[in-house]
């Protein structure tokens, strides 16, 4: 069985000339959220098509220029020493995207997705500097039955509760989704695998 996760955020006015990368990434940083090893990101120059480098890179210098293109800005972090972390993608607009596919924590020895340790982690520092209006879970579970592949997905219940306001706000999502970062809007979907092995949104 293989299992995709992902946390996605919505902020209001968030997005200054700067970008909203270059507001929160420092914010996430000095919490103790750290470049991968590898330095894996998403290149000047790429159109949403996810593909995704390694190299040396500054993160202030990457931010600003991708944001100045009008681009997505996509970097991989891991919280501190655990080794835990994912692909964090920030969008050209309010909202930012988290695949939680470097060494996912699980609660105990199950295979159900800790997002409180997550959501401790990236929601509760960027209040300080962007204000939150949505934020939601989600987590699809893929697995064989009697030798065929069965697909099953389940929406994990948003853990804060977007008014209808932001609701109507979310047309960038659904749009990124068809735009093929490897999420559908329904159903099991087919998901983009990144040139490290770890995929946009998780499979493993």
């Keep these: 069985m293989s299992i995709s996760a992902s946390i996605d955020m ?3 006015d968030a997005a200054p000339a700067q970008g909203l990368a270059w507001v929160a990434l420092p914010v996430l940083i000095d919490a103790g959220w750290r470049l991968e090893p590898a ?5 000047l120059g790429d159109k949403e098509d996810f593909d995704w480098r390694t190299g040396e890179m500054t993160v202030e210098s990457l931010a600003k220029q991708k944001a100045a293109a009008g681009e997505w800005v996509g970097v991989s972090l891991v919280w501190e020493e655990s080794g835990i972390g994912g692909n964090f993608v920030f969008e050209a607009g309010n909202t930012m995207f988290v695949s939680l596919c ?3 924590r699980s609660i105990g020895s199950t295979n159900l997705v800790d997002f ?7 929601l509760t520092p960027l209040p300080h500097v962007l204000k939150v209006s949505s934020y939601r879970c989600d987590v699809v579970y893929r697995f064989s039955t009697s030798g065929a592949r069965h697909d099953a997905i389940h929406r994990g219940r948003s853990v804060g509760r977007a ?10 999502r659904k749009r990124a989704r068809r735009r093929g970062t490897g999420r559908s809007e329904r159903g099991p979907q087919a998901h983009t695998r ?3 092995g770890h995929g946009i949104w998780g499979v493993e």
């Design 163 to 172: 008014t209808p306001k932001a609701v109507a706000q979310r047309g960038p």
């Design 10 to 12: 919505d902020f209001v």
């Design 102 to 104: 470097i060494h996912r």
């Design 194 to 196: 990144c040139s490290c």
């Design 116 to 122: 409180n340790w997550y959501a401790m982690r990236i």
């Design 39 to 43: 330095q894996l990101y998403l290149p």
